[in-house]
């Protein structure tokens, strides 16, 4: 079996609103057991390098999000393969790791597309409901070597607003390939975020 590695990093201008290895000590929520109230860890001190491993220290302090479900084509049934997501953050960022298994590694799809085109590519998608409201988000995709899109999902909306003006600057991303190879696409990092204390449940 293969695995995707994915360490990101999500800055705050957003305003933020998914078989573990032995060493894992944080909590873990079971999306298909319904454990879906996620108290995030914070962490004060975080030195996290943005480069795909999943192994330092600090992600043992993590959430963990696993018992994922199927949005489509079966809403509800349990997902194919296995997905481990880690979150917590620290005072000016959101982090977010992804373990995403593949029992058919050769079929996965993934091109050097141009950034905002990998929607036919295999993919993971995260979505940051920080309107509150449970129909619009910010969502964040990346593909298996590195290359993102970004925009504004609404519900039921026949068009998605992709490359938004988060390019570069609210968001990094490393993948991993368990073996491969790594792509880093460049960001900033605006001095100025914070996030909140103490930790929200989401």
């Known amino acids: 079996m293969s695995r995707l590695s994915l360490a990101a990093f999500v800055l705050p201008c957003l305003v933020l609103a998914t078989a573990l290895p032995s060493h894992a000590e944080g909590p873990i929520y079971s999306g298909a057991e319904r454990q879906l109230a996620v108290q995030m860890p914070r962490v004060e001190r975080a030195e996290v390098r943005i480069d795909g491993d999943l192994s330092e220290s600090v992600w043992s302090e993590a959430a963990v999000l696993t018992g994922f479900t199927q949005s489509q084509p079966a809403e ?22 992804v373990r995403a298994y593949a029992r058919e590694p050769g079929r996965i799809r993934a091109t050097l597309a141009p950034r905002d085109r990998i929607g036919q590519d295999d993919h993971i998608r995260i979505f940051l409901d920080t309107f509150l409201d449970r129909r619009r988000a910010f969502a964040l995709f990346v593909n298996p070597l590195g290359i993102q899109q970004d925009g504004i999902y609404t519900e039921g909306a026949a068009r998605r607003d992709c490359g938004s003006d988060l390019a570069g600057t609210c968001w990094s991303t490393m993948v991993a390939s368990s073996p491969g190879t790594m792509v880093r696409p460049a960001a900033t990092t605006p001095s100025s975020a914070s996030m909140p204390s103490p930790a929200p449940t989401y």
């Open 76 to 97: 509800g049934r349990l997902a194919s393969e296995r997905t481990e997501v880690l979150l917590f953050y620290a005072p000016q960022a959101l982090y977010i790791g």
